[in-house]
């Protein structure tokens, strides 16, 4: 593979044993089946009876091994030999095809690589999964993997699998079609394709079977099917997204911010369906409070385009980057710099994934130098690194966190908010029918040249750096009906874990949701709300566990104290983290009751420890 082909050239002559002898004979180990040594008597009475005495004893002793082996190490020894009945015999008797080899491959890898069509029909009318992976990389490095010998790694890989291939070559990730491609089986690469083998998919070293198939018919069959795949797979994905649209998705993940996720929306569709300018990246900054739903966002964008996460998503906390000698961790160290062979962290991953999702966390943390890497990097869609070499990332989508003008968004937000109320009471009193939502609003654009870009354009200092970015995104904070989603799916959360650690079953009503909601805090965002179902009810339940007062499998209830209901009638006309209401001040208190069946439910008399809001503190 890299810099090692696959199929080794030379191979060593070997005995009717199978031990390798002569030139290119490498290490040898005795047969897995031993032959009985030949009397001496026997052998002076000729040697065609003591061979057949040996033929007859190495087949008895086979029969055996294989009495002894489990199922699926009996199916993968029935595949090498091509012995079709013996598969279809431990098929039926309930052997997992699928199961692998102590070393990592599977008895469909082991079909393709010995040319057995027959046995791969067999094994793929099983269900046999002609996607997987070989977990088999090579002799040193799987023997260092399992804690073994290399010699007998070495052994075991020729004597189980196959002879013919490079020792030193890696075959990670190699696909039965892979190795089909290799043994050059178009018997075989047919079967597979038509069992649904991905042409496409690569292994460890970002090879597909095409990148190992000779000139011929083998070569000609994948082109076609490679052609065949992408157009199938690029029906099915258009399809999807017809059935459910980005939009949806998202929504699924994030709660509100429905302006934030229509633009991001938007700005995909163009570029998955071609109308996109190909020579630059999709650059995005989003701008909102801390704990609104920014990271989240572009965590679900990734997963949405690369499905895989871990490949598709690259993270750099530019928090990470302030002093101007952090800029060589972006792109690498130069030339006879510590740490130059490492490589930068973002040019490393982008190598790896020219398409990722890249999210910048806060950058406006970044040290200036930083911004200089992003122009090159936003407008050509390009980065040199440290060693002098370019990487092409015009695919790539980056996305910028930034809080800079936060609290003017929030601030904004909330008056428009208050607006529409007044307004929709004032239609609501004229009995008009088009009352207007409060939980729909949309920034003007005098509000973003004349407020945000001057905050901007202060704070970046450069305008050709503002002028590289595509949509500049606003989250705004949450309205009521999104902080009782929020608050529900808390709760919920922490419903599930006293089910499962200490089945208890937690019950609440609208009224707990709307105290816990009105904990919200514009700075903090969602995070914030977490931390008041934490402090006001999870507090509780550890405190009434740890005395003692939870029986295992009863059933709780949070409740709002009766003498507190009054209050949350007057916080209805405000908007929670906005601090204004007649009961700014007072806060309703949160009880827990056993429901106990046939009776009303008993209150929890816990002792409260000390805790920060009921210390007094004296001068």
Known sequence: MAGEPPVSGARPHRDPHGRAVGAGAGPT?????????????????????????????????????RDRMSKEDALLEATRINDTSEVSRLLAAGADVNARHRLGWTALMVAAISRNSSVVKILLAANADPNLGDDFSNVYETAKEKGLHSLEVLVTREEDFSN??????????????????????????????????????????GHTPLDYARDGEVKELLKAAETKFQEEQRRREVEERRR??????????????ES???TVGAAIRRKENGWYDEEHPLVFLFLGSSGIGKTELAKQTAKYIHKDIKKGFIRLDMSEFQER??????????????????????TKRLRQCPNAV???????????????????????????????KTIDCKDAIFIMTSNVASDEIAQHALQLRQEALEMSKKRIAENLEDVQSTDKITISKQFKEKVIRP???????????????NEIVYFLPFCHSELIQLVNKELNFWAKKAKARHNITLLWDREVMDVLADGYNLHYGARSIKHEVERRVVNQL?????????????????????????????????????GSGSGAGKVPTLRLEIVEQGSRARRLDIQTPLSPDNITHFL
């Open 29 to 65: 180990a005795p047969s897995r089946v031993p032959v009985p040594v030949v009397p001496h008597r026997e052998q002076r009475n000729g040697r065609r009876s003591g061979a057949a005495l040996a033929g007859l004893a190495a087949g008895m002793a086979l029969c055996y091994l």
């Open 164 to 205: 013919r291939l490079n020792v030193r070559a890696n075959f990670r990730g190699c696909t039965a079609l892979h190795y089909a491609v290799l043994a050059d089986d178009h018997r075989s690469v047919t079967l597979l394709l038509e069992a649904g083998a991905n042409p496409l998919q690569k292994n460890e070293m």
């Open 244 to 257: 459910f649209p980005l939009e949806q998705r998202l929504k699924e993940h994030i709660i509100g911010q």
């Open 260 to 262: 934030a996720i229509a």
């Open 325 to 346: 000698h952090e800029v060589a961790k972006f792109i690498g160290s130069p030339p006879g710099y510590v740490g130059h062979e490492e490589g930068g962290q973002l």
């Open 358 to 388: 890249v999210l910048f966390d806060e950058v406006d943390k970044a040290h200036p130098d930083v911004l200089t890497i992003m122009l090159q990097l936003f407008d050509e869609g390009r980065l040199t690194d440290g060693k002098g």
């Open 455 to 469: 905050i901007l354009k202060a704070h970046f200092k450069r305008d050709e750096f503002l002028g590289r970015i």
């Open 542 to 578: 550890a405190a009434a566990y740890e005395q003692d007062l939870l029986p295992r499998g009863c059933t709780l209830r949070i409740a709002v104290e009766d003498s507190d209901k009054q209050l949350l009638k007057s916080k209805e006309s405000s908007f929670p983290g906005s």
